[in-house]
């Protein structure tokens, strides 16, 4: 994934920080992740492309009448068409396809028209690969969670291990997202996850307190992928 992150070596340190003050009360493993992007959107691209091609092959059926004057001016007025070739409706239609389809490498432009829900699901799915990888079933008590921050999207994602679903609602969780948000879009990334580990603290202590039987088995340290 490409990195267009904006974390420092400082953010790194407000982090990792706050992670490791978090975790002084209560046993819960808290990972923290962040990436440029969770997806490359290229099937969205096609897509979109292909729409516009069709879109595109309905308004030459439509008006032909404007294709052929484009026709008669390539041409110098010596076409001799009167009515739109199949050729002709292969290159237009191409044109349109291949058009759009450069243009969509233009990132902010793509990022501008993916549907909110296609973003939504392709972070969330990213968010489950990475804790699969890096937190699930890697703790004694089963209190590992991730947070994930995915910027291009500026959406993030909170994934427990199972002893914390079971006692911990997903929307308890929603004061931390927010506040992440927030300083994610206020260009202050490092510190949007530092207080969303600070209040993910605060709900780990109240269900799982820090006992002495429960060591750090998870890094501290932010992963920026």
Same mark, same amino acid.
């Given at each position: 994934?490409?990195? *267009?992150?904006?974390?420092?070596?400082?953010?790194?340190?407000?982090?990792?920080?706050?992670?490791?003050?978090?975790?002084?009360?209560?046993?819960?493993?808290?990972?923290?992740?962040?990436?440029?992007?969770?997806?490359?959107?290229?099937?969205?691209?096609?897509?979109?492309?292909?729409?516009?091609?069709?879109?595109?092959?309905?308004?030459?059926?439509?008006? $032909?009448?404007?294709?052929?004057?484009?026709?008669?001016?390539?041409?110098?007025?010596?076409?001799?068409?009167?009515?739109?070739?199949?050729?002709?409706?292969?290159?237009?239609?191409?044109?349109?396809?291949?058009?759009?389809?450069?243009?969509?490498?233009?990132?902010?432009?793509?990022?501008?028209?993916?549907?909110? $829900?296609?973003?939504?699901?392709?972070?969330?799915?990213?968010?489950?690969?990475?804790?699969?990888?890096?937190?699930?079933?890697? %703790?004694?008590?089963? %209190?590992?969670?991730?947070?994930?921050?995915?910027?291009?999207?500026?959406?993030?994602?909170? *994934?427990?291990?199972?002893?914390? *679903?079971?006692?911990?609602? $997903?929307?308890?969780?929603?004061?931390?997202? *927010?506040?992440?948000?927030?300083?994610?879009?206020?260009?202050? $990334?490092?510190?949007?996850?530092?207080?969303?580990?600070?209040?993910?603290?605060?709900?780990?202590?109240?269900?799982?307190?820090?006992?002495?039987?429960?060591?750090?088995?998870?890094?501290?340290?932010?992963?920026?992928?």
């Amino acid at each position: 994934m490409s990195k *267009v992150n904006q974390f420092t070596p400082n953010d790194h340190k407000i982090v990792t920080s706050a992670v490791s003050l978090a975790e002084q009360t209560t046993d819960g493993e808290i990972v923290t992740i962040v990436t440029g992007e969770s997806d490359h959107y290229g099937d969205v691209a096609w897509a979109i492309s292909g729409l516009v091609a069709l879109t595109a092959l309905l308004v030459i059926s439509l008006f $032909p009448e404007i294709y052929l004057n484009i026709i008669d001016w390539l041409t110098g007025g010596w076409s001799g068409i009167s009515a739109l070739p199949y050729w002709a409706l292969f290159v237009f239609t191409a044109l349109k396809f291949l058009g759009t389809r450069l243009i969509l490498m233009w990132k902010p432009l793509l990022y501008l028209l993916i549907p909110p $829900p296609i973003k939504k699901a392709r972070v969330r799915k990213r968010a489950i690969s990475l804790f699969r990888v890096s937190t699930d079933h890697r %703790t004694v008590g089963r %209190t590992g969670i991730l947070l994930y921050l995915s910027m291009r999207e500026h959406r993030a994602e909170i *994934v427990a291990d199972n002893a914390i *679903v079971d006692k911990v609602e $997903p929307a308890i969780w929603g004061d931390a997202m *927010v506040s992440l948000i927030d300083l994610v879009r206020a260009d202050k $990334p490092g510190e949007g996850m530092a207080e969303a580990v600070r209040q993910m603290g605060i709900v780990l202590s109240d269900h799982f307190p820090k006992t002495d039987q429960n060591p750090n088995e998870l890094p501290d340290k932010l992963i920026e992928l």
